[in-house]
């Protein structure tokens, strides 16, 4: 049984899809990446959340990142799915869904909670970094949707605190007002946040989001 946690190198794997056999690093490639299970294909709720990810793709792409679905079906009944998927979300899937039957990819990253169900994924969503590491672990059980803007959300806040010494607050979004990391000292803060910073309190510090350039 998997106990991945954050920061965890993610467990690299090939894998049949429906784009054909894929190495989970090299399709990430020096990118972002998301992997996301889904309980069963022609389950309603899966339906809508890949036709979202398709329609999602330009802003994925902006922010360098590869999504990868997976479902323990085959890929034959991936295939007449994403016909349904296509038709019904008025889209086209434009990314590789994994054909997990032998359920090595879900065991691997701790998709099936038996608790819940003992033979479908739960939903499960990865965000790993470019180092491969394990920047972000969401669990839903199968009966609520994914929010797919808030995982965008996520990921501007994952990429803006990689490179800058900020925390993006409670309900933060792109291009609000971030908080000072606290090991960083109003002397240094300074000299670093050239748009200028305020104290609401010693441990509380405000300054506009950093240029991600």
């Known amino acids: 049984m998997s106990t991945l946690k954050l920061g965890d190198k993610a467990p690299n794997f090939t894998a049949q899809t429906s784009e054909g056999e894929i190495d989970f690093y090299e399709y990430l490639g020096d990118g972002w990446g998301i992997l996301f299970s889904h309980p069963a294909d022609y389950t309603p709720v899966c339906t809508t959340e890949l036709g979202a990810v398709a329609k999602y793709k330009d802003e994925f792409a902006k922010r360098n990142v590869k999504v990868l679905a997976l479902s323990v079906d085959g890929l034959e ?7 349904d998927i296509n038709e019904t ?10 054909a997990d039957e032998d359920r ?11 608790n819940a169900n003992s033979t479908l994924t739960v ?3 990865y965000v790993i970094g470019p180092d491969k590491t394990i920047r972000l672990m969401i669990t839903y059980p199968a009966s609520t949707g994914r929010n797919f803007e808030e995982l965008l959300r996520v990921i501007d806040s994952l990429q803006l605190t990689q490179y800058h010494k900020v925390a993006t607050p ?5 291009g609000e007002d971030v908080v000072i990391s606290p090991a960083v000292s109003n002397e240094d803060a300074t000299g670093i946040f ?13 300054t506009p989001q950093p240029d991600l350039d």
């Not at 009944?77 to 016909?83: R, Y």
């Not at 979300?89 to 994994?98: G, R």
């Not at 409670?170 to 792109?174: E, G, I, P, T, V």
């Not at 050239?194 to 405000?206: A, C, D, N, Q, S």
């Open 77 to 83: 009944s991936h295939k007449g799915w994403i016909k």
């Open 89 to 98: 979300q008025d889209t086209t899937v434009n990314f590789p869904i994994i």
């Open 104 to 114: 090595k990819v879900s065991n691997l990253y701790d998709m099936i909670h038996p």
């Open 123 to 125: 939903r499960s969503v």
């Open 170 to 174: 409670a309900n933060w979004k792109h």
């Open 194 to 206: 050239k748009k200028g910073f305020r104290e609401v309190k010693p441990y509380l510090r405000l």
